[in-house]
């Protein structure tokens, strides 16, 4: 796999963390930053499509009326609380 380099200025306390872990799990810096930029990186990609997702149920109008939702949530501690909002 082709790769290439990144460069990045890291706060100090955080490339103390990262050297911290380096050195705990036995791996390279450039391990652990490859894992925690992938990490990220999937982790927005899901946010992104979620997000499309909610914006699509949002135009074909399959959304809650805000108050049902709130006084659905105010009365789930109580002995009878209200069915889900529809």
């Known amino acids: 796999m082709e790769t290439k380099v ?3 200025h890291v706060p100090l306390p955080l490339a103390e963390k990262v050297d911290q872990l380096a050195a705990r799990l036995d791996r390279s810096h ?3 930053v490859k894992q925690a930029l992938s990490a990220w990186v999937e982790q927005e990609e899901e946010r992104r499509r979620l997000t499309l997702e909610a914006l699509a149920d949002v135009d074909s109008g399959c959304v809650f009326d805000h108050q049902a939702v709130q006084a659905w949530a105010d009365n789930l501690d109580t002995d009878s609380p209200l069915p889900l909002p529809r």
């Open 30 to 32: 450039g391990w652990i």
């Open 6 to 8: 990144l460069t990045a």
